[in-house]
Every structure is written in structure tokens, then in C-alpha cells.
């Protein structure tokens, strides 16, 4: 018999046994409630013999949902303590690899074996942002990413321009994925109980961008020139990118676009007509 591991009795008592004290430092909060876990696994879509790859397995929560799917797991964990606490509660699963390492300095492409692949993962919330945005950077071949994120992030990355929660990582996920928000998840599923409302976020990955970018390097320029300065113009705050007052000018009629405005009331396509008119400068 597979005993669920996410529950509060047995989450307490491998703790206990293993004499697991949960990092802070590490983002540790340990999911208690398979509904959740249920409901991840389900929003991933997953079928058997497919490739996923869970970031911070903690003590197997999750992975023991993702493994029970027939999905092809890997876990990326960073904690050498729960390495054996792993060892043990994933025993029962063949289907599971966990790998010892920082998922921001590993090469995924090649732990995934250069092979499309989707990411399920509860994140450890002080580097959620940095996490998501090298995935999505890296260009690897993500099909969808399902992450547990703060409620707070998760409708950044879903925001509209002209709302108080739009910004860089909006225009990122938005360019990169279709994003939404799959449920919200109370803290007593955790433990420990963190302070906040979490979000479970499905990102299914774009085959090309929503709008035509010339250069994509220019584009991301433009966008985080956009966020710099919040309450300055489009026109001042571009300055941050070192290009001349007489640049910008030209750039934004070339774009026809009213450098009067700010920046965070700006959709995809404007940054693009932006970026467009900079990269024929
Ligand atoms: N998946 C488990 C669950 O849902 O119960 C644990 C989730 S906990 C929020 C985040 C996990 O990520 C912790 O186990 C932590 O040790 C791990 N972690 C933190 N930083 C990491 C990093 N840079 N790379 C890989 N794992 C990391």
C-alpha cells in the first residue's frame, strides 16, 4: 500500500524521523493536502512516460503525486539533508530521478536530456521570479510550466496593462506563455504555515510570440526601461537605456507613439512598435 505523504500526520512524522528541521532560508513549506497535490498534477496534464521536472521536491509531497501520474520525473533538490528522506518515501517509485543541485546553476537542457519537458513544482517563494524568468529565458524546450507561486506574484504574471500589478515579469510570462491561475491555496496546506495566500499558475509555452519583435534583446530593453521609473514618462524613463533625448523622440514618432504616457500603460504591441522602430534606428 502507497501511504500518501501529503498529509499533516505523515509530513510531522518524516520530519521528526529523519529530524528534518524546515529551512526558511530554502523556501521550505511542505504541502499537506493531496487535494492540492491533486489538483497540480491534474492542471499538468501529464501522461505516462512523459518527461517532468519537479524543482524542490522537498520530501516528496508532490513528487509522489507526479510519480502516481507515470510521468517520467526528475527533482532537482537543493537541500542535501533531504536527499535520504527522499531515498525513503520515494522508494516504491522506478519512475523518479532526483538530482543534487541549485536549479539555477544546473544544466537542465542537459539533466532533461535536450528533450521537450513540462516543470511542475511547489517554488520556494525567495526565488520564485529568478527561477520562472530563466526557464523562460533559457529557451529550453518547456511545453508548460504548472508552479505553486505567492497569490501576489501569480497576478503579476497575469495582469493587463494600466493595472497596479503589471509589470516586466507580466510582459515576460505574457510574451513567452499563455498564463492562468488555476486556484488559490490557503496557508494551513503548508507546513510550516507561510504568511500568505499561494496560487497554483498554469503557463502553457507559446509556439511564437504573441506580437513581431525584430530583436528580442531590444524588446526586454525596452520593457524594463518601461518599469524603471514609475511615475516618469515613456519619453524620460527610456533614457535609462543611454539612448539621446533626440533618439527617443525619433523612436517613439517612427512608433507612433505618445512618449507622454507612462510605460505600465503599455500593451505587448506598443513595447514591440517600440522596440521595432529602435532596432531600424
Ligand atoms: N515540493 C515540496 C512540497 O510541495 O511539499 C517542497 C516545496 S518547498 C516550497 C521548496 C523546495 O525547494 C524546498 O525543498 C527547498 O529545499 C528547495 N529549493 C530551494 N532552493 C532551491 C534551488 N535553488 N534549487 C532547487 N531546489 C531548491
Redesign the pocket.
Given at each position: 500500500l502507497e501511504s500518501v505523504i501529503a498529509s499533516p500526520e505523515v509530513v510531522h512524522y518524516i520530519c521528526k524521523r529523519f529530524d528534518i528541521k524546515m529551512?526558511k532560508k530554502?523556501?521550505?513549506?511542505?504541502?499537506i493536502k493531496r487535494g492540492i497535490v491533486d489538483e497540480i498534477v491534474h492542471a499538468a496534464d501529464l501522461t505516462p512516460g512523459e518527461p517532468v521536472l519537479?524543482?524542490?521536491?522537498?520530501?516528496g509531497?508532490?513528487?509522489q503525486g507526479l510519480a502516481q501520474s507515470g510521468a517520467d520525473v526528475t527533482a532537482?533538490?537543493?537541500?542535501r539533508r533531504?536527499l535520504e528522506v527522499l531515498d525513503t518515501t520515494l522508494a516504491p517509485y522506478n519512475n523518479v530521478r532526483i538530482v543534487h543541485g541549485?536549479?539555477?546553476k544546473l544544466d537542465v537542457a542537459a539533466i532533461m536530456n535536450h528533450k521537450p519537458f513540462k516543470v511542475v513544482?511547489?517554488?520556494?517563494y525567495y526565488?520564485t521570479t529568478p527561477i520562472i524568468m530563466s526557464l523562460l529565458e533559457s529557451k529550453l524546450p518547456i511545453e508548460r510550466l504548472v508552479v505553486m507561486v505567492q497569490k501576489e506574484v501569480a497576478l503579476r504574471m497575469v495582469a493587463k496593462p494600466g493595472t497596479k500589478d503589471y509589470g516586466a515579469l507580466s510582459v515576460a510570462v505574457q510574451y513567452y506563455t499563455e498564463p492562468d491561475i488555476v486556484l488559490d491555496v490557503p496557508p494551513k496546506s503548508f507546513l510550516p504555515v507561510p504568511a500568505v495566500t499561494s496560487s497554483v499558475i498554469r503557463c502553457v509555452l507559446r509556439d511564437k510570440p504573441p506580437v513581431n519583435v525584430a530583436d528580442e534583446r531590444l524588446f526586454f530593453r525596452v520593457v524594463k526601461a518601461g518599469f524603471a521609473q514609475r511615475r516618469k514618462t515613456f519619453a524620460n524613463t527610456m533614457r535609462t537605456t543611454g539612448l539621446s533625448k533626440e533618439q527617443i523622440e525619433e523612436i517613439l514618432s517612427k512608433a507612433g507613439i505618445d512618449g507622454r504616457r507612462r510605460g505600465e500603460t503599455f500593451s505587448l504591441q506598443e513595447f514591440a512598435d517600440v522596440a521595432n522602430a529602435w532596432a531600424e534606428l
Open positions: 529551512s530554502l523556501g521550505q513549506n511542505f504541502l519537479e524543482v524542490g521536491p522537498g520530501i509531497t508532490l513528487t532537482i533538490e537543493l537541500d533531504l541549485d536549479v539555477l513544482a511547489n517554488l520556494p526565488i
